[in-house]
Structure formats: structure tokens, C-alpha cells
């Protein structure tokens, strides 16, 4: 009786969530959030770059380790799996690429990271409060469609986001405000595959936990990142006049 009060809350809340990133997502379209190369201060003060991305990552770990290690709940063996690839997705986000990225000198507006960990106390959240109270996978789901072909899009889309990452933090060998046209491999098609990689992976993620809280954190990532990529497809249009004309923002040969 009450776990399925609890769920239907659970499931009410993730639906008005999940309707709201859908709302969203338009006006989003027409809004430059601005960091990285498009910093400006119109969103009040800035502080450092490197430990804003350190902040507002690791919340997306403390509220995983916090619903799932807490719970007294037996977890099945497929859950673990689950929160294992999220905990590792999100260490290396907070601990590793803020680090490996050039950008010890700039800085990212303080209303960005808050509401980079509202977002992410609400999506790490649910997915923990899934995995660590509600979730009752048996074995048999490591064989099922939607497990394998959820972990082989999860691990195409890491290995894509976390290769373009890479190139793109490579490219810059100058001074910090540096930067030039990426090309090859999938650069060739879009601008932006660091961010097709990163919805790859949540997709992928959605499909193999195939409950609410992926899916919502699946949307939301799809609302955030298709228009950043949007914005930065213009912008390598604005600055460099030469930037190839096939090239699609983040969606290949679509958009
Ligand atoms: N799940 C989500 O909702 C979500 C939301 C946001 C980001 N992310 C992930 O977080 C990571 C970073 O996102 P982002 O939007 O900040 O990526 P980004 O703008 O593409 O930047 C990635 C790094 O490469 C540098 N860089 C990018 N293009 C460059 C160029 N043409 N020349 C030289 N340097 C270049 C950037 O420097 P500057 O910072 O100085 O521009 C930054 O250090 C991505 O993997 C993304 O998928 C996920």
C-alpha cells in the first residue's frame, strides 16, 4: 500500500517533470546559456570554471550514492550495474574533465551552476530513489532487447562524447580564448558530437533502466544539449567564414 502510494507520487512528479522539459525545449532554442565560449557576465557574477563544473557534477554522485548506498533495501544485481556506470559517467565529469580542459583562467556564471545542481538534485535524485527503493529487475533483464541495445548505445555514445571531448580540448594550444574549426570523423558532419555522444549515452541508459527517472533525465539532457549545440553551430558560423556549409549542428545530416 504505501510503496505504491509512494510510486504513484513518484510517477506523477516525473511526468510533469519530463512535460516540462518538453515545454521547455523551444523557448530553450532561442537562449544562449552562457559558458564556455559564450561567457558574459548578463547572468550575474562568474567564478571559476574548473570547480563550477567540479560543484555542480559531483552533485549528480552524492545524490546517487546517497539514495542507493542508504537504502536498506536488497538491490538486485542489474541495479547495481546501473549505478555503477552512472557513478563512473559522473566521476570522470566532475573529477577528470574539469581538469583536463584548458580553462583554468576563465570563469562560469554562479547562476549557471546553480541551476546546473538543481537539475541534477532532481535527476540524480529520482534515478537514485529508483535504484535504491523501487527497483526490482530480475537476472533474466542483462538478456532482455532493451538491456543490450540500451549498453551497446551507452557505450558507443561514451566512447564518442568522451573521444570529441578530448580532440576539442586539444585543440587548443594557445592562449585560453583560442579557438579553430575541428574537423574529421564526426566533426565532418556536425559541430557538435561531444554533445550527440553525451544523448547517445542517455538514450542508451534510458532503454536499459527503462523506468521514468532515465527517461526524464534522457529528455532533459536531449533539451539542454541540442540547444547549446545549436548556439554553437552559429557561433562557428559567425566567426569563422569559411566553416563548412554541409555541416549540421548536432543531429547528422538533420539538424
Ligand atoms: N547531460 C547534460 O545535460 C550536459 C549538459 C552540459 C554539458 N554536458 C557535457 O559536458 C561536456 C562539456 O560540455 P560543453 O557544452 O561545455 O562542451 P564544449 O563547449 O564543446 O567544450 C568542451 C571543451 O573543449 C573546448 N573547446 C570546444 N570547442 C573548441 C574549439 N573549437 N577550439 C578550442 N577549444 C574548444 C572548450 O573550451 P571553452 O570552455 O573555453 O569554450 C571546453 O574546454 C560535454 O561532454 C557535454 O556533453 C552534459
Given at each position: 500500500?504505501?510503496?505504491?502510494?509512494?510510486?504513484?507520487?513518484?510517477?506523477?512528479?516525473?511526468?510533469?517533470?519530463?512535460?516540462?522539459?518538453?515545454?521547455?525545449?523551444?523557448?530553450?532554442?532561442?537562449?544562449?546559456?552562457?559558458?564556455?565560449?559564450?561567457?558574459?557576465?548578463?547572468?550575474?557574477?562568474?567564478?571559476?570554471?574548473?570547480?563550477?563544473?567540479?560543484?555542480?557534477?559531483?552533485?549528480?554522485?552524492?545524490?546517487?550514492?546517497?539514495?542507493?548506498?542508504?537504502?536498506?533495501?536488497?538491490?538486485?544485481?542489474?541495479?547495481?550495474?546501473?549505478?555503477?556506470?552512472?557513478?563512473?559517467?559522473?566521476?570522470?565529469?566532475?573529477?577528470?574533465y574539469p581538469f583536463?580542459?584548458?580553462?583554468?583562467?576563465?570563469?562560469?556564471?554562479?547562476s549557471i551552476v546553480?541551476?546546473?545542481?538543481?537539475?541534477?538534485?532532481?535527476?540524480?535524485?529520482?534515478?537514485?530513489?529508483?535504484?535504491?527503493?523501487?527497483?526490482?529487475?530480475?537476472?533474466?533483464?542483462?538478456?532482455?532487447?532493451?538491456?543490450?541495445?540500451?549498453?551497446?548505445?551507452?557505450?558507443?555514445?561514451?566512447?564518442?562524447?568522451?573521444?570529441?571531448?578530448?580532440?576539442?580540448?586539444?585543440?587548443?594550444?594557445?592562449?585560453?580564448?583560442?579557438?579553430?574549426?575541428?574537423?574529421?570523423?564526426?566533426?565532418?558532419?556536425?559541430?557538435?558530437?561531444?554533445?550527440?555522444?553525451?544523448?547517445?549515452?542517455?538514450?542508451?541508459?534510458?532503454?536499459?533502466?527503462?523506468?521514468?527517472?532515465?527517461?526524464?533525465?534522457?529528455?532533459?539532457?536531449?533539451?539542454?544539449?541540442?540547444?547549446?549545440?545549436?548556439?554553437?553551430?552559429?557561433?562557428?558560423?559567425?566567426?569563422?567564414?569559411?566553416?563548412?556549409?554541409?555541416?549540421?549542428?548536432?543531429?547528422?545530416?538533420?539538424?
Amino acid at each position: 500500500m504505501h510503496v505504491h502510494l509512494r510510486m504513484d507520487w513518484f510517477n506523477v512528479f516525473l511526468k510533469v517533470w519530463i512535460l516540462l522539459a518538453i515545454i521547455i525545449f523551444p523557448v530553450q532554442l532561442f537562449i544562449t546559456a552562457p559558458y564556455g565560449r559564450h561567457f558574459n557576465t548578463k547572468w550575474g557574477i562568474g567564478m571559476p570554471n574548473q570547480w563550477g563544473w567540479v560543484l555542480m557534477e559531483s552533485v549528480s554522485i552524492l545524490m546517487m550514492f546517497g539514495f542507493f548506498l542508504f537504502s536498506i533495501k536488497e538491490k538486485s544485481t542489474v541495479a547495481w550495474f546501473l549505478f555503477i556506470l552512472w557513478i563512473a559517467h559522473y566521476f570522470h565529469r566532475s573529477f577528470i574533465y574539469p581538469f583536463r580542459t584548458h580553462t583554468r583562467l576563465k570563469k562560469i556564471p554562479i547562476s549557471i551552476v546553480g541551476s546546473a545542481i538543481f537539475f541534477n538534485i532532481i535527476n540524480a535524485g529520482t534515478n537514485g530513489f529508483y535504484l535504491g527503493y523501487l527497483e526490482n529487475y530480475d537476472e533474466n533483464w542483462f538478456f532482455d532487447f532493451r538491456f543490450v541495445f540500451g549498453l551497446l548505445l551507452f557505450m558507443i555514445g561514451t566512447y564518442i562524447n568522451i573521444t570529441s571531448d578530448n580532440y576539442l580540448i586539444g585543440l587548443r594550444k594557445k592562449n585560453e580564448d583560442t579557438y579553430s574549426v575541428p574537423s574529421g570523423g564526426l566533426f565532418n558532419y556536425i559541430s557538435c558530437p561531444n554533445h550527440f555522444g553525451e544523448m547517445l549515452e542517455w538514450i542508451g541508459y534510458a532503454f536499459m533502466c527503462w523506468n521514468l527517472p532515465a527517461l526524464g533525465f534522457c529528455v532533459w539532457t536531449m533539451a539542454n544539449l541540442i540547444p547549446r549545440a545549436k548556439s554553437h553551430h552559429l557561433w562557428y558560423k559567425k566567426f569563422f567564414v569559411d566553416y563548412p556549409i554541409n555541416r549540421k549542428a548536432v543531429i547528422p545530416f538533420i539538424f
